[in-house]
């Protein structure tokens, strides 16, 4: 069965982790948009404040407060949707949390809570837009925001990292049962390099310091405007920014080399010189409706994702992407041989 992605301004669209980061710069793209909105998450009166903003402005909009890793509260959200507009074409599962620390060190509870809300809020809201989205007619669009990390790990977010992997290997293999069903649902990834979000400042932090994310930064906006292209067109997968894509292509061209390099390197850049400051959002909502972090929101435009979104470039900026994962390659080779500890 075909689906019909309609315009924005037609839609009702469902975003959890939308007090935050790049769930509240979606939001505000696709209120600016037309769009009807239902928005989750876990801060109550972060949530109103968002779900007044976008009222003030003559948006559309439900708001639920609900934990996407309690499967019971997910269906509230469903419920929420189809009481205020008859139900929604397009559902992002945004919604994400994180540790730094060592794996070894972790406290197993934190590991379980970071999976519940990473992979089983993934999980959830899947087959919960699934089902809604298979009996509306023209179906509609499950969009799941993963990571570069998705491709690839790096130390200190270890369990982010394989939470990612996890939500990747769930998304295909839906994708995959969907299209063998011939449900009318279009599946799509969107993998961000480092955003300049708060996620860092809201992480659970096992390390001395304050941690950072690791650079290149982009602006949230350029998810959100690759979220709302995946809502309107079919789009497997969409890499945000280029220097995440190079990270990418030069972990799979050359894997002993780059474990080496991002294991010598990433653990200085992931941690600043600040001290750390109290509070994290792992176990419950810790919001205070920011977009960016507090050193900005990082680089504005990526060539490669604008690119990335035109599919008769795309071919072309594939090889320009892997030759410029094999530059960044044959450095790190360069390093490894001025840094031999890295052998």
Do not use: C
């Given at each position: 069965m075909r689906v019909?992605?309609?315009?924005?301004?037609?839609?009702?669209?469902?975003?959890t982790g939308a007090t935050s980061g790049i769930g509240l710069a979606t939001v505000r793209a696709a209120a600016e948009a037309g769009a009807a909105l239902v928005l989750a998450a876990r801060t109550a009166e972060t949530l109103?404040?968002?779900?007044?903003?976008?009222?003030?402005?003559?948006?559309?909009?439900?708001?639920?407060?609900?934990?996407?890793?309690?499967?019971?509260?997910?269906?509230?959200?469903?419920?929420?949707?189809?009481?205020?507009f008859g139900g929604f074409d397009t559902w992002i599962n945004d919604a994400g949390?994180?540790?730094?620390?060592?794996?070894?060190?972790?406290?197993?509870?934190?590991?379980?809570?970071?999976?519940?809300?990473?992979?089983?809020?993934?999980?959830?809201?899947?087959?919960?837009?699934?089902?809604?989205?298979?009996?509306?007619?023209g179906g509609g669009t499950l969009i799941n925001v993963g990571s570069i990390n998705s491709d690839f790990a790096i130390p200190l977010l270890g369990a982010y990292s394989a939470s990612k992997h996890a939500v990747k290997g769930f998304t295909d293999a839906l994708r995959i049962e969907l299209r063998h069903a011939r449900k009318p649902v279009q599946i799509t990834l969107i993998k961000p390099s480092g955003i300049g979000t708060p996620f860092s400042e809201n992480a659970r932090n096992h390390t001395e310091n304050e941690p950072?994310?690791?650079?290149?930064?982009?602006?949230?906006?350029?998810?959100?405007?690759?979220?709302?292209?995946?809502?309107?067109?079919?789009?497997?997968?969409i890499t945000v920014g280029g220097g995440g894509r190079m990270m990418v292509g030069s972990a799979q061209l050359m894997p002993p080399v780059m474990e080496r390099v991002f294991g010598f390197l990433m653990p200085r850049v992931q941690q600043s010189d600040d001290p750390k400051t109290p509070g994290d959002n792992l176990f419950h909502g810790h919001s205070d409706g920011r977009v960016y972090r507090r050193k900005g929101p990082g680089r504005s435009f990526s060539t490669y994702t604008t690119a990335a979104r035109h599919p008769v470039v795309s071919a072309s900026l594939l090889g320009l992407t892997m030759a410029g994962a094999a530059t960044l390659v044959v450095c790190a080779l360069g390093h490894q041989r001025r840094h031999p500890s890295l052998r």
């Open positions: 019909h992605q309609k315009p924005l301004e037609q839609q009702t669209i469902v975003i109103e404040l968002v779900g007044d903003e976008i009222r003030a402005k003559g948006g559309r909009v439900a708001t639920v407060v609900a934990d996407v890793g309690d499967e019971a509260q997910v269906q509230l959200i469903v419920d929420q949707a189809i009481e205020s949390v994180g540790i730094y620390g060592d794996i070894m060190e972790l406290p197993s509870d934190e590991h379980q809570r970071l999976f519940q809300t990473n992979y089983w809020g993934v999980v959830y809201g899947s087959t919960a837009a699934v089902r809604h989205l298979e009996g509306r007619e950072q994310v690791a650079p290149p930064v982009y602006a949230p906006e350029l998810v959100a405007e690759a979220i709302l292209h995946a809502a309107t067109h079919k789009v497997r997968s």
